[in-house]
């Protein structure tokens, strides 16, 4: 994949992306991890991917492991900067870009896309591309998609770096790897952490310090420069959705559910999206198609205990009662607070201003929780954030919650 679409891409465009080639290895520590990996290197036998199954230790890693299966020739490379490179390219031949301008409403009998601003964008086509698809009604997604956070930090380590790209075979997940800081400093990348969005269990700031942790056990860990979260979601089957959104509508396409494997699999959509708009053959359509519905027993199962999962939080969300009001609320916390006997969700900044917003989620109404390690309400149903202030930082909702100052009333 990385010689079919990022290397070519980057070395034709000249984009400086710090791609380098390495290994990318999954390794187990466990008697059950053992065996996901031991089946993993059956499947890559099945379907000759290069790989090799080495039992034992790593020399690399510090802590014991078992078993390791790698796979060479992978890439490693900087997103933001190749991203950068694309747009940059995109202007060159005459696309325009617009900024800070959320997509809200796809109107697809008159072919135009409004934006929050009221603006409207016509198309021939048009590639729902942002994250969760803003306009998931159409094809009812909301219902297709599960969704997880995971955490990372990047963190100046004592201990030799290891070379290549880790993840462990077994749950809670690490993934390991170095990276380069914007001041040319070698970091080390610690990842994992996953849960479903909206459904931390500890509060969500412990999932950062399990990762510094691990970090100090076994690299020692000397700072955390950077540290952050991001979401990715899960198709029914777990295979993307890449192509024609409904049956009905040929001109709009997606491309979602990457499993985080988004820069990857979001690299290869654009591939297969130009062949559907230009009329050409891929053999990948169907296996990808958003359309298809060949669901088997066990993605039913898994979609019904989701479901039920969404309905039993949306009441208890609902019927709690808070038992904090805003002058307990201290500085830099936030949570469910009563104000006139009424719940509502309240933060105080570091500057000892109180943010006090309704804590019903925009996009269905379901009832939002505080997560305490990114400042912001969650959603557990489909994966809505909203910052402390109410601003959406995740779709699939579009508008922001309601501020009970009644600043951002809609006239
Ligand atoms: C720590 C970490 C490591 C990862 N490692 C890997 C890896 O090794 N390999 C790999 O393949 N993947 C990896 N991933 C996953 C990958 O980053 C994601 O799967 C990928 O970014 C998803 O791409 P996307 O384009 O669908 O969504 P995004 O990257 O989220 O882009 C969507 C864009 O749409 C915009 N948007 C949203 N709503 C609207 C709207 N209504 N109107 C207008 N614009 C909107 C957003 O602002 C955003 O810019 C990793 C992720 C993390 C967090
Ligand atoms: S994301 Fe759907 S109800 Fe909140």
């Not at 005459?94 to 409004?114: C, H, I, M, S």
């Not at 080390?188 to 931390?200: A, P, V, Y």
Request: proline share 3%; charged share 30%.
């Amino acid at each position: 994949m990385k010689r079919i679409v990022t290397d070519s891409t980057s070395s034709e465009l000249g984009i400086g992306c710090d791609l380098e080639e390495k290994e990318a290895i999954v390794f187990a520590s466990s008697e059950k991890g053992l065996k996901k990996i031991k089946k993993e290197a059956r499947a890559y036998e099945k379907l000759g991917i290069i790989g090799k199954l080495t039992l034992g230790q790593l020399d690399d890693l510090p802590f014991e492991t078992d078993a390791a299966l790698t796979m060479p020739f992978q890439a490693q490379f900087h997103p933001v900067k190749y991203l950068t490179g694309l747009l940059k390219e995109i202007e060159r031949l005459g696309g325009k870009l617009f900024d800070q301008t959320r997509a809200v409403k796809l109107f697809k009998k008159n072919d135009y896309v409004e934006m929050a601003t009221g603006a409207k964008l016509h198309y021939d086509n048009i590639v729902i591309a942002t994250h969760y698809p803003f306009n998931d009604f159409d094809g009812l997604y909301f219902a297709k998609l599960s969704i997880e956070r995971s955490y990372a930090i990047a963190a100046k380590i004592n201990t030799k770096m290891p070379e290549g790209m880790y993840i462990s075979a077994e749950s809670p997940k690490r993934s390991l790897r170095s990276i380069r800081s914007e001041n040319g400093e070698d970091l080390f990348l610690i990842g994992g952490e996953s849960h479903k969005t909206g459904k931390s269990n500890p509060p969500t700031q412990m999932h950062y310090e399990n990762l510094e942790r691990f970090g100090k056990e076994w690299f020692e860990l000397e700072r955390v420069p950077y540290h952050w979260s991001a979401q990715d979601m899960t198709t029914l089957d777990k295979m993307p959705y890449i192509g024609q959104m409904t049956q009905s509508t040929k001109d709009v396409l997606m491309a979602t559910g990457f499993n985080k494997w988004g820069m990857v699999i979001g690299a290869f959509s654009r591939l297969m999206l130009t062949d559907i708009i230009l009329g050409n053959d891929n053999v990948y359509k169907d296996l990808f198609d958003p359309t298809r519905n060949k669901l088997k027993t066990i993605d039913i199962e898994r979609f019904s205990k989701k479901n039920t999962a969404v309905g039993k939080d949306f009441v208890t969300t609902k019927l709690k009662r808070p038992d904090k009001t805003v002058d307990d609320l201290k500085s830099d916390e936030g949570g469910l607070v009563s104000v006139d006997g009424k719940k509502v969700g309240g933060y105080r900044d570091k500057q000892g201003d109180v943010h006090l917003v309704k804590t019903t989620c925009t996009h269905l109404g379901c009832g939002l929780k505080w997560n305490d390690g990114d400042r912001s309400w969650d959603c557990s149903s489909h994966g809505s954030r909203f910052s402390y202030s109410g601003e959406v930082l995740n779709g699939p909702a579009v508008k922001p919650l309601k501020k009970l100052d009644g600043s951002n009333d809609e006239k």
